[in-house]
């Protein structure tokens, strides 16, 4: 699906009706503990990039070992 490519004309009148709608009146995000304590996870991946960021790295250090085996001939 292509863009949306906004005249001047048209990004002033959605402005304006979005001034009039004013949607950050409506907005109240969590209120309770636990609706907080939910939210504030909404980040969280499960520690799988971290995994795979440790796991390259050992990768790379075993790949730099074999290199050094196989010129060294042991």
Not at 28 to 42: D, H, M, V
Request: contains cysteine; charged residues 30%.
């Amino acid at each position: 699906m292509a863009a949306r490519h906004w005249t001047q004309e048209q990004r002033e009148r959605q402005a304006e009706k979005i001034r009039q709608w004013q949607p950050w009146n409506s907005s109240t995000g969590a209120r309770t503990p636990e609706g907080k304590a939910i939210t504030s996870r909404n980040a969280y991946k499960g520690g799988v990039r971290l995994l795979i960021k440790d796991i390259a790295k050992l990768l790379r250090e075993q790949n730099d070992c074999l290199k050094q085996i196989r010129r060294e001939g042991i």
